[in-house]
């Protein structure tokens, strides 16, 4: 087993791993940003080393700066979390370079699966289902596609080989459209990702975002850990992920379960991943998307229904034990939740909020789980993803785990910057999300027709201000009583004040 593990990342997630560290005995060691110095994930971890200034570049995306700090602090492996390095295939093999391990994949299964073409080929070759298009050569001009495109007929979706998580794709509905659509689609491709590579697919519109968990160990053992839904999502940006999906009857998850088996077979996959899938509501079929290479914000929902820890697991085939559970293992055990509670303004375009927490009380109780790497008095810089807690809840049934985290999100206090609670607390309550019929363009769909928004408009700025300042004057009365901040306080002047925001 490891003796330290270095964790490449910040926030919310380092602090995840460092538990799982913790429950092992593996001491840790933090990485951080001069906008970090103070963070939370740096005070959790046995040792931290300071690996350069505030933008990512110049620290949490630096190979060599990571490298450098796992060999001063004689760590001997690299958990790279989400987001950042995690997906990175030259990372993956310059960390095993020097001699230490990535908690993650192979560098060669990360490659595969992050050229959408080549992925895609390799997954028709393994019997997944893939969406109706094409892929490679004889793709100069429109001319030229113009006799492809009808066979698969419109609408179509452009999207760059090397792209994912919904960069660089275009839809076209005629025609008429196709050249400016793929002209338009080749240019933002080579611009963002250097590689022109286009696929053209069937697009399949109001689908649901079903994915599927996989798990497995360097012996060849792989199973899967069931689906998360994923269709409240606002450009490509998750909100509100869950599990089991509710569109999934259990023949349907068996066969999607099976291609996810499949797919990461396919790549000689091992450790955590997850399978794309969308999932045509009327038809009920579901193609393969793509595969993200690495442990996902929305995991939380999967350990709660099915009791694994996937970090600790994480660690433990990384280091070359066997996974000792079969498919036949696991099932799923009620129903979890997870709402992403993001400092954004819904009424301004969901705008990144920045500023001090002045309160910060995550709510508590039976089946509530909350991950964040923020405490009162942390700072939310624009320097990195504004996400500040996920609320993850577990509950027997789906309307019992939407009620438990209605009351969560109630409870939930946040002063200092402006957050999304009211925003997720409108999703819901909304017919559609209690019914299982969001689609991935639900979102925006409705915040176009205003149904969601139209609460949060009037909702004064001067509110927030005053909020602010009386939350300032409690922190301080707080601190001078050195009150534990962990423990809401039922005579909290917040108590009264959330009564403004609803
Ligand atoms: C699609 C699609 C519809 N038809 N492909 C978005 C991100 C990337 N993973 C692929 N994506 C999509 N591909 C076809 N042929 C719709 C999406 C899509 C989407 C997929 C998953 C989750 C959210 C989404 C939001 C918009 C579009």
Known sequence: ??????????????????????????????????ADKNALHVQTAEEAIHIGDSSPKESYLNMDKIIAAAKQANADAIHPGYGFLSENASFAAKVASAK??????????????????????????AGVPTVPGFEGTGQETSAELTPAVQEIGYPILVKAAAGGGGKGMRVVHAESELSEGVESARREALNAFGDERLLIEKYVANAHHVEFQVFGDQHGNLVHLFERECSVQRRHQKIIEETPSPLLTPELRDQMGNAAVAAAKAVGYYNAGT??????????????????????????????????????????????????????????????????????????????????????????????????????????????????AKLIVHAEDRPTAIQRMQAALKEFVVHGVVTNIDFLQAVLLHPDFV????????????????????????QASGLHILAAALADLTIKNHQSKIVNQNEPDPYSPWKMASGFRN
């Open 100 to 125: 230490l391990t990535f908690i993650g994949p192979s560098a060669d299964s990360i490659r595969a699966m992050g050229d959408k073409a080549e992925s895609k080929v390799r997954m028709k070759g």
């Open 275 to 388: 399978v794309e899938f969308i999932l045509d509501p009327d038809t009920l079929k579901f193609y393969f998307l793509e595969m993200n290479t690495r442990l996902q914000v929305e995991h939380p929902v999967t350990e709660f229904v099915t009791g694994l820890d996937l970090v600790h697991w994480q660690i433990r085939v990384a280091s070359g034990e066997r996974f000792p559970f079969t498919q036949s293992h696991f099932s799923q055990r009620g129903h979890a939740i997870e709402c992403r509670v993001y400092a954004e303004d819904p009424a301004d375009g969901f705008l990144p909020s920045t500023g001090k927490l002045l309160q910060f009380i995550e709510p508590r109780g039976p089946g509530i789980r909350v991950d964040s790497g923020f405490a009162a008095g942390s700072e939310v810089t624009h320097f990195y993803d504004p996400l500040l």
């Open 1 to 34: 087993m490891f003796k330290k593990i270095l964790i490449a990342n910040r926030g919310e997630i380092a602090i995840r791993i460092m538990r799982a560290c913790k429950e092992l005995g593996i001491p840790t060691v933090a990485v951080y940003s001069d």
């Open 435 to 458: 019914n299982g019929q969001v689609t991935t363009r639900w979102v925006e769909q409705n915040l176009e027709s205003d149904s969601l928004l139209s609460k949060f408009q009037k």
